[in-house]
């Protein structure tokens, strides 16, 4: 999948986006690319528990990690952030070129915001959150809110582009295997 391409059709100037591109020659005093990316997931399928436990991934959800980490191949993630639980680590675990091997771990949302807006541009950064975080993340990064009605399953994946002018655009896209939404 050729997740950079698709992300120039969002970003605010196909010309930002691909100044990320810039072959590693560039000088030093080229400025630096326009945009940073931050893509955000919720964790895989976990067992069922009680709530505020620490479930492991289910077959499915191991199943759907490996599939994040085949989607994000060609994805130079420069940094993972995750919570504390191991089905967030387990998600991050078979992510691509080491990255799931050191994930960042934050707890709270305002830190975790904090710490994508630290993140330099022309970078590219996964969050994995919770179904109780994943709108406060988006809303923390582009300035609103997803609709009360979109869920928060696991085949979803946010693709939220940042501009320096302040600019956000945010793509929905599906990952694995389908999850049936009940209406």
Excluded at 103 to 117: K, W, Y
């Amino acid at each position: 999948m050729y997740l950079r391409p698709l992300l120039c059709l969002v970003a605010a100037s196909c010309s930002l986006a691909a100044a990320e591109t810039k072959p590693a020659t560039a000088t030093a005093t080229a400025p630096a690319p326009g945009v940073k990316t931050i893509i955000v997931v919720r964790h895989a399928e976990a067992e069922p528990g009680p709530h505020g436990g620490d479930p492991a991934l289910t077959a499915d959800g191991r199943t759907r990690s490996a599939e994040l980490a085949r989607v994000l191949a060609d994805t130079e993630l420069r940094a993972v952030y995750i919570t504390h639980y191991q089905r967030n680590r387990q998600t991050a675990e078979p992510l691509p070129r080491g990255a799931g091997e050191k994930p960042t771990v934050i707890d709270e949302v305002p830190r975790t915001l904090a710490a994508l807006q630290a993140e330099p541009w022309g970078a590219t950064a996964l969050v994995i959150g919770h179904s109780n975080t994943i709108s406060e993340l988006i809303r923390g990064l582009t300035g609103r809110g997803l609709p009360a009605d979109e869920p928060i399953v696991f085949d979803r994946m946010w693709v939220v582009t940042l501009t320096r002018d302040g600019g956000a655009s945010l793509l929905r896209l599906h990952y694995g295997a389908p999850v049936v939404v009940a209406k």
